[in-house]
Nanobody
């Protein structure tokens, strides 16, 4: 099993920044890639970005490309999501997830964190 714990969410004004963290523990070697997803009220879970633990492969959704940056610290088994130029439409619960594959599809991820709320509002 892999346990994932997100942190770093909160309330931020439009144009502001936040950094989310996802700390992984347990059998992390069973995951090849880590992804971030988000889900707004009444909407489906949306893929944002993934990264391999080696850091060699990343893929961003168009909605966040150029504003969000994913990174990994293998020594800490932690994945980060730096979010800049935040917009009200970025408001959602953000989840990190682990997968044995690289994928944009949530069903390909078998480990999920509990989620952290990000609210972008003035």
């Amino acid at each position: 099993q892999v346990q994932l714990v997100e942190s770093g969410g909160g309330l931020v004004q439009p144009g502001g920044s936040l950094r989310l963290s996802c700390a992984a523990s347990g059998r992390t070697f069973s995951t090849y890639a880590m992804g971030w997803f988000r889900q707004a009220p009444g909407k489906e879970r949306e893929f944002i970005v993934y990264i391999t633990w080696s850091g060699s492969s990343t893929y961003y959704a168009d909605s966040v490309k150029g504003r969000f940056t994913i990174s990994v610290d293998n020594a800490k088994n932690t994945v980060y999501l730096q979010m800049n130029s935040l917009k009200p439409e970025d408001t959602a619960v953000y989840y990190c997830a682990g997968s044995p594959y690289i994928s944009t599809r949530p069903e390909r991820y078998n480990y999920w964190g509990q989620g952290t709320q990000v609210t972008v509002s003035s």
